[in-house]
């Protein structure tokens, strides 16, 4: 099929990439004309693990371009995969679906086509995104524009860090729509990735129980409340088990065994439940207040929603408590944090946990300096104004300092020669933010160990 994808960020790009990887003949659009630039001379402009060589691979099947133009009126399938940041209020900016949409009604050819978002939107975006694109298609072509476009839902499960192995091998795809022939479309459009026909890359063979993945088919609302209410349970578990990591530490209890003990339960489940420094990232803080937006908009309280958000914020400031109790004064202290990104194997910064951590500890006067295997240039790009020492190495990061504060977990720094960071360093502070590292090790190493829980 001939697939247009408007926003070529971290899921734009790799649903193009995948949906290219299976077959199909994708054109990537994108606003920023840099972004475009670099991807046609075959740079990838985020770090993504396996995602150069899928793009690579599936060369032959993808474009990219700046123009609706090019691929709009050729295309039966437009996923709309841009950015939904966060707005006033909590509920999310929709100025660049709004384009986006907008653009799609301008160069609809009138051969019937699908439009897919993929954008985590409001509940009720659908049928708004469906208005738009009518509204600009009539405008154009003085035409009724009914029969000529269906907009469905099919929300993003990806995680970052993953996203290819999450794309190709899903647990569930959720097509909502309230229209038949447009189920139909994205069933043949997915069709190889449900039935798992595909031949696997060598990079990332399927795993092996791997079967048929189910299609879970609703109406427009159903999925779109899909997406929101499975990032806000998923945030709920980290914010939960914070909850219980602090009671652990009160009563002298170890928060890893008690999650272990916990997660192997199998209506419980293991994974979200790490205790430490809370999530970060473009989505569960979006979307866990777009949520207690919606909710209130019809006189709901999200009660639960809202506490685990107050969880993770403490999180963040218990960090600086630690190192307040520990150090007594942070003025003219200096402290190395370990890990910039929001989690592991990704570049991404929005909503990092260690931006905000560094900002309040600057606030107290103290000095930061950082490492991070894949942030730093970002972290330059973005936030030039925001004074850290960036490191080529955790150890030259954790020279000379008072405290180290492991904030991403990185597997690189479990592996770290600590003696010898230890003895490289003026202090003997260690807080391990993601209960990552060996507590007997460093404690030998002449580590004052710390966590957040237990
Ligand atoms: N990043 C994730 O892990 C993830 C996972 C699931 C869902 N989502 C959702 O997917 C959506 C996209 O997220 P992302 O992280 O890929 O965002 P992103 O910021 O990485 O990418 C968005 C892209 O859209 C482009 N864009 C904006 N307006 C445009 C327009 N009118 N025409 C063409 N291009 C335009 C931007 O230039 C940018 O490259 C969001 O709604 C997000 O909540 C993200």
């Known amino acids: 099929m001939n697939v247009s994808i408007i926003g070529t960020g971290y899921v734009g790009l790799t649903t193009g990439a995948c949906l290219a990887f299976l077959g199909h003949k994708v054109t990537c659009i994108d606003a920023d004309e840099r972004k475009v630039k670099a991807l046609q001379a075959g740079k990838i402009p985020f770090y993504e693990p396996h995602l150069p060589e899928l793009v690579a691979g599936a060369r032959h099947n993808l474009s990219f371009t700046t123009e609706y133009a090019q691929s709009i009126p050729t295309s039966q399938v437009i996923f709309i995969a841009v950015g939904t940041p966060p707005g006033q209020n909590g509920a999310p900016d929709l100025k660049y679906l709004e384009a986006a949409a907008r653009g799609i009604g301008e160069y609809l050819s009138g051969d019937f086509v699908v439009v897919v978002n993929k954008s985590t939107v409001p509940i009720g975006s659908g049928n708004w995104v469906e208005s738009i694109v009518r509204d600009a298609y009539e405008k154009r072509t003085s035409k009724k524009a009914n029969g000529v476009f269906a907009v469905a839902s099919n929300p993003e499960f990806l995680r970052e860090g993953s996203a290819i192995f999450d794309s190709l091998y899903p647990d569930r795809v959720v097509v909502g729509s309230d229209n038949q022939r447009t189920a139909e479309v994205l069933y043949s459009l997915y069709r190889p990735l449900l039935e798992q026909t595909f031949i696997a890359p060598s990079y990332l063979p399927r795993p092996d129980r791997m079967g048929a993945v189910p299609l ?201 020669d600590w003696e010898s960071i230890k003895n490289s360093m003026r202090g003997q502070v260690l807080l391990d933010g993601r209960n990552l590292l060996d507590r007997a090790r460093l404690a030998k190493a002449g580590f004052r160990y710390l966590s957040l829980a237990g």
């Open 216 to 416: 879970i088919s609703a109406d427009l609302a159903s999925a779109e409340l899909i997406k929101y209410a499975a990032n806000a349970f998923l945030a709920l578990k980290i914010s939960y088990i914070n909850e219980i990591g602090q009671l652990a530490e009160k009563v002298g209890a170890d928060i890893t065994q008690v999650a272990k003990g916990i997660g192997l339960d199998a209506r419980i489940g293991t994974r979200f439940l790490q205790a430490g420094i809370g999530w970060g990232g473009s989505c569960f803080g979006k979307d866990t207040a777009a949520l207690v937006a919606t909710a209130g908009e019809y006189g709901l309280d999200a009660g639960i929603v809202k506490a685990a958000r107050e969880m993770n914020r403490r999180q963040r400031e218990r960090v600086v408590d630690k190192l307040l109790d520990e150090l007594k004064i942070l003025k003219g202290r200096t402290i190395c944090l370990l890990g910039l990104a929001f989690k592991p194997d990704t570049d991404d910064l929005r909503e990092a946990p260690a931006l905000d951590i560094a900002r309040k500890l600057i606030e107290r006067g103290a000095r930061v300096k950082a490492h991070d295997p894949v942030a730093m240039s970002r972290f330059l790009q973005e936030y030039p104004d925001l004074d850290v020492t960036l490191c080529a190495s955790a150890e030259e990061a954790a020279q000379d300092c008072d405290a180290v504060v492991l904030v991403t977990e990185w597997q690189q720094y479990r592996e770290l």
